[in-house]
């Protein structure tokens, strides 16, 4: 074993295998791009301006610090990722926005021992954005993920 | 310590253990919030909370990599930094950028991507520090011995700030934007850092076991290897649901499966090291964390990792309280244990004692261990319930965590026990001079 792995040709494979494995990883990373363009940003699901205003609404006010959305995030608060289809307005922008500015105006809620969802201030313009966002990411294509609409 | 210029390492470590104060108070807030949710709910929200909770982590744990390689490329390297002053500076950017980013959370003012919440012109001041640290650790380590361990060392921390660029990259498309942000936070965790990790720890075998060099460089270089080898690749596992393709189903699961490799060979270096070794080095404490945290780094990254890295189980369990589980004993014992060993080696050298047996750090360290571990399990639990009962049975995510309070009071308890533990760490690394427990007869005269 010591005579056939030396220190330099441990080296050497360390070095050249993750070159290697670097190169394999950058080549599939350009393909997912633009599988995930092409998959996307389609005529049914546009990446409208409404769309990136809500993902700005979204990050200003680190939702993400207590929800998930795809899964990803803290798990303080339920799953995004489908809310929209949770409610059932994942076809209708005027419901989904209804829903979502209805549901934002009762927070928080006040009732004790219940996890509180913090006032925020957005304007109506944002609040159209933040639900075309969440119906944008609602119909990602996401291998069927999550398991049930409970998120 | 042979070189003055080590001396800057104190400065990192001392920030370092404040910033870690400040992290495990935030985590027992947040662990609090669990249990009694109305607590601050309108004056510090929670997702403010953990912003501080895993930036603080995430600074101060860089701190103490910053740090340990300021204490260890000079030795490797036999000669002085190259510049002192170059070594300050960035100390000093890293510590108004971590107040500056703490003091606009708390007034609201914040980014959304998870983790890299920082107002731009703290990324931006990162970058800057980023750069004199390489620049300064290249320049040293180009004028002295070059050793595996600072070659690896060095490839970790060039490959880690390079990736940090990507903290600058937000596209639109919210699929993109998942995409690459893991180009940080995987590649960071499950390679980068983990090249970073098996350095110190090589560094640490060195000095306490004093097994001959050779051998402790080749097992460096088949680790770190394992390590990206499955790594790279393994970022696949991260890729199952956020809008990619479905081969990463598979490309994820079976690297991500091969991730355990590096820290079971660094768990299993760590101990055959020690048995080689015939070196009795009197620091006690430096010994038991570089044991401990290799140990508790095959469970928690590895083992726990591999809980729920195939994608058929993954469909379940993704984004879960087994995810927060995992994530907690995995930090702990790669990046926190490891970082608390270096100091612990590092720390009586830097301050001028002799090593001596630091009992309370040894105290502090089952407090921590042993809290993390009762914390792990309890989260499981509560993620395996939620798993069942979210995710196939299909009850709605607020009413499971109604069914979970049990869990969270007692994770919130083992929080208090790490505090505890964190606590006695730092007070016996800045405190404590002398000796808690006198030394016994068969340890005297012995000082490597």
């Known amino acids: 074993m010591s005579e056939i792995l030396t220190k330099s040709r441990a080296r050497n494979v360390f070095y ?88 934002m105006a009762a927070q928080p809620s006040g009732i004790e021992g219940r996890r509180q969802m913090p006032h925020f201030e957005i304007t109506p313009e944002e609040m159209r954005g933040l639900a075309e966002f969440l119906r944008w990411a609602d119909q990602m294509n996401t291998q069927s993920w999550p398991p049930n609409d409970a998120g | 310590m042979k070189y003055e210029s080590q001396k800057v390492a104190l400065g990192y470590f001392v920030a370092a253990m404040a910033l870690f104060g400040i992290q495990v108070l935030g985590g027992l807030l947040a662990g609090w919030i669990y249990v009694s949710p109305n607590t601050l709910s309108e004056i510090l ?51 108004v950028g971590t107040l500056g980013a703490v003091a606009s959370y708390l007034v609201g003012i914040h980014g959304g991507r998870e983790f890299l919440e920082q107002p ?44 940090w660029l990507f903290a600058f990259v937000n596209p639109d498309n919210l699929g993109l934007d998942k995409m690459y942000w893991w180009y940080i936070v995987h590649l960071w965790v499950e390679g980068t850092w983990e090249l970073v990790m098996a350095a110190i720890l090589a560094f640490l075998m060195l000095k306490l076991t004093g097994v001959d060099r050779e051998v402790i460089e080749k097992w460096l270089y088949v680790i770190v290897a394992t390590a990206l080898f499955s790594g790279i690749l393994g970022t696949g596992h991260h890729f199952f649901w956020i809008g990619t393709p479905g081969y990463w189903q598979w490309v994820g699961s079976i690297f991500s499966t091969f991730e355990v490799a590096p820290f079971f060979l660094m768990m299993s270096f760590a101990f055959v090291m020690v048995w080689k070794g015939r070196r009795n080095h009197p620091n006690k404490a430096a010994l038991l964390w570089s044991l401990g945290s290799s140990t508790v780094a095959f469970f928690g990254a590895g083992v726990w990792g591999f809980l729920h890295t195939l994608h058929g189980v993954n469909y379940f369990t993704h984004g879960t309280q087994i995810t927060a589980a995992h994530g907690h004993l995995a930090f702990y014992g790669a990046y926190v244990a490891l970082n608390l060993a270096m100091f612990t080696y590092a720390m009586p050298m830097l301050r001028g004692r002799a090593p001596y047996n630091q009992v309370l750090n040894m105290v502090s360290f089952w407090l921590m261990t042993g809290g993390m571990a009762f914390m792990t399990f309890v989260l499981t639990f509560a993620g395996t319930i939620q798993v069942h009962m979210q995710r196939v049975v299909g009850d709605y995510y607020m009413d499971v965590q109604d069914q979970l309070g049990l869990f969270y009071m007692m994770r919130f308890g083992a929080g208090m026990a790490v505090v505890l533990g964190a606590v006695l760490f730092i007070y016996s690394q800045l405190v404590v001079r002398r000796e808690v427990v006198a030394r016994g007869k068969a340890m005297a005269g012995e000082v490597a």
């Open chain 1, 16 to 103: 050249g295998g993750s070159l290697v494995f670097a190169a394999i990883f950058v080549l599939m990373t350009i393909d997912s791009h633009r599988y995930i363009v092409a998959s996307t940003e389609t005529e049914k699901t546009p990446l409208t301006e409404q769309v990136v205003l809500g993902k700005h609404v979204w990050e200003r006010n680190s939702c993400i610090n207590c929800h998930t959305l795809h899964g990803e995030g803290a798990y303080f608060a339920p799953e995004v990722g489908n809310v929209m289809t949770r409610w059932g307005v994942l076809d209708d922008p005027e419901a989904a926005y209804q829903t979502l500015d209805g549901w």
């Open chain 2, 45 to 95: 929200p929670f997702n403010v909370i953990r912003m501080i909770h895993t930036n603080a982590l995430i600074v101060w744990l860089l701190l103490g990599f910053f740090g340990g390689a300021y204490f260890l490329v000079p030795e490797e390297a036999e000669r002085e930094i190259w510049s002192v002053k170059l070594a300050w500076l960035q100390l000093g950017i890293l510590i």
């Open chain 2, 120 to 163: 731009l012109w703290v990324k931006a001041g990162i970058l800057v520090a980023a750069l004199i640290f390489l620049f300064n650790i290249t320049m040293t380590a180009l004028a002295g011995r070059k050793t595996a361990i600072t070659n690896v060392l060095l490839t970790g921390l060039w490959l880690l700030c390079l990736l």
